[in-house]
């Protein structure tokens, strides 16, 4: 094998298959509750009631209620914790982060004329607000397992030649043949699986040999959104909003896979994965106050369109087969896009004068409309991707939940509730497909069920400043596939992989200061 051979990279780069899938789409996506200490105090339950700047990323007609400028910085301390059950053996990873959720600048207008109907006031603002928190720890191993890495790499060969995955007088480094998937040339070339005839593959385990596999990962980064946002008051009782926003999207995972076999030997894979990119959306709002205790409201998100630039790397492998693993030059970037789900929210709110109130919040997210393209908009290459988003998702659904009550006009008790319904669909068992020919090494996917936020939290009010403090549990159950083995038995497919149970509680402690202008 002639590692110090120079090939030409570019080029062979450049036809090699894009990696990502519907869970790639999924994770991207998705946001978590995340805001003002009063917003998450009372569960993100804000559709219906303005005055709370965060609140703008949901509704954005909540701009047209306020009465004053301000200006408003929030922190949050995450305390996390992740178990991993995995046939009962059990794994636990902790995360301490403090990070910036949110900075508002609204600026109120003044009339520049006296009336009683009509528009009578417009506000503007400008946004930043952290949407997803992707920071986290996870590990799982177990023992005596009947399923093995080995197997995958097997089942996920077939069709290729041994000659297919060796050196040729075309491409010295098989790793750069564009016909060619890393897993399987990594797989062949050290020694981890072996050819049969017809093009299939068999694991160099020995018939009923079992493994002992262990698995890490660590992810790293967010998304965050910069808005600019209009809101509107027209008679007292309709307020209307639109935000043109823009998000920032980085997200970074070291992923590693080992198992040792119970007759010997054993391998240890380390793979490297990073996405970064921007996206544009607009969000559209109102609310209607039919009577002076009742407010109802109602918005509509638009797609938000995703540049993505995406590296994958083999960062390190090692195997008793072999004294020096066969592994790529270099890794592979290339840049995507993603149409993320579009999004419908209502939401209605009950105030008792001045003393409290109550409020309730209903999301729809078409997480199934999802779309994966080139980056020339071209959709046709993932098209059995972006067919199967339905088959993999189901529409997302939020239920938000908050109360607040007064103890008199400066301090206030809240608290809250939010129940972000599971859109994985459990009908789907087939998991994580990856192209034949892809780059990618990252094998690992979740399965999600659904995740719940308990909340709550205090308030001040002074004439010219305000504090908030608040604290949210958030509470997200998974199954974590290392990687899958499908099995065929007539019209029948099942993932014969024993996925491992993930429970991660993260404790969220946040503090609002704002400064009224």
Known sequence: MKKNILV??????????????????????????????RYMSMGGAFGALGGDATALKDNPAGLGVYRSSEIAVTLNSMIQNTTSTWNSTQSTEDLYKTKLNSFSYVMTMPRWEEKNSGLLSSNFSFTFNRLQNFNRKVSANTTGSSFSFTDFLAAFSEGYSAADLSESTAYPEPYENSNNAWLSVLGYQNYLINPLADNKWSSILSEGEKVNPSTYLFETGSVSEYGIGWGGNINNNLFLGANLNMQDLSYSV????????TQGGGFDLTTALTQSGVGFNLKLGAIYLPSNNL???????????????????????TTSEIDKPYLPLQGYSHDYKITGPLQAQASAAYLFGKKGLISVEYNYINYPGMRLGLENGDTKYYQDENRNMSNVFIAGQNLKFGAEYKLNPSFALRA?????KSPANAGYLQGKSLKLNSANTNTEYFNQFDTKYLTA?????????????????????????????????????????????????THNIVVTLGIKL
């Open 457 to 505: 939290g205090a308030g001040y009010r002074a004439a010219g400043w305000f504090l908030d403090l608040a604290y949210a549990q958030k509470i997200q159950d998974e199954d974590m596939y290392p990687y899958q083995v499908l099995r065929y038995t007539g019209n029948q497919v099942t993932n014969i992989v024993t996925p491992a149970a993930v429970n991660t509680t």
């Open 8 to 37: 030409a990279l570019l080029a062979a780069a450049s036809t090699l298959a894009f990696a990502q899938t519907e869970y790639d789409a999924f994770k991207l996506t998705q946001t978590e509750l995340s805001g003002s200490a």
């Open 254 to 261: 070291n992923s590693s896979i080992s198992e040792s076999f």
């Open 416 to 420: 809250g509730y939010a129940l972000m």
């Open 295 to 317: 407010r109802l409201g109602v918005s509509f998100h638009t797609p938000t369109i995703y540049s993505i630039s995406e590296y994958t790397n083999v960062k390190d492998f």
